[in-house]
T-cell receptor, first 114, second 111 residues
């Protein structure tokens, strides 16, 4: 199993450009999430999905869109990139069982917005 | 919603000493408390977790304790080694809600 994969690994954007960060998992997990990691801020939830066709907002959703058309894929779209979106983005998938949840993170995408 | 506070933000210990990282949570309905370790340039990975029906859990040199009354939980690492150097994150959830993470603790183990 590849686990959780993300592409690209690194991206530079200009302010106002749009792009999609790809995320895929092959563990048949129902839950998928997007986090951003900034120095001193921990892991902040952007959007999450509890299954195909179902998404919801996290703590910092503004400027981002998501969709979940399949169990495997959960792309994150930046509509109009801003310097404040410079960050490391992690996708994660998980399975909840008896109140326990293990998040499996992807390798991350480092985004720089100029 | 849930709020998780984590202290300290940085921690330096001598190799062989113990390290303790503390977290407090705000929502008394939270019942699941995992800890993740993130090595430099790598992805976070689960190292240990505890549910609210248990007060303490150990896994070799790592232990987690939970005080539901005070709404805080702690990570204890004994006999620290250089490979324990990393950023550690605590988190909390109600089991059917998204995890809320603390801001992390950067642990440095000095040889």
């Amino acid at each position: 199993n590849a686990g959780v994969t993300q592409t690209p690994k690194f991206q530079v954007l200009k302010t106002g450009q749009s792009m999609t960060l790809q995320c895929a998992q092959d563990m048949n997990h129902e839950y998928m999430s997007w986090y951003r990691q900034d120095p001193g801020m921990g892991l902040r939830l952007i959007h999450y999905s509890v299954g195909a066709g179902i998404t919801d907002q996290g703590e910092v959703p503004n400027g981002y869109n998501v969709s979940r058309s399949t169990t495997e894929d959960f792309p994150l779209r930046l509509l109009s990139a801003a310097p404040s979106q410079t960050s490391v983005y992690f996708c994660a998938s998980s399975h909840r069982d008896g109140g326990k949840e293990t998040q499996y993170f992807g390798p991350g995408t480092r985004l720089l917005v100029l | 919603g849930e709020n998780v506070e984590q202290h300290p933000s940085t921690l330096s210990v001598q190799e062989g000493d113990s390290a303790v990282i503390k977290c407090t949570y705000s929502d008394s309905a939270s019942n699941y408390f995992p800890w993740y370790k993130q090595e430099l340039g790598k992805r976070p990975q689960l190292i240990i977790d505890i549910r609210s029906n248990v007060g303490e859990k150990k896994d070799q040199r790592i232990a987690v304790t939970l005080n539901k009354t005070a709404k805080h939980f702690s990570l204890h690492i004994t006999e620290t080694q250089p490979e324990d150097s990393a950023v550690y994150f605590c988190a909390a959830s109600q089991g059917n809600t998204p995890l809320v993470f603390g801001k992390g603790t950067r642990l440095s183990v000095i040889a």
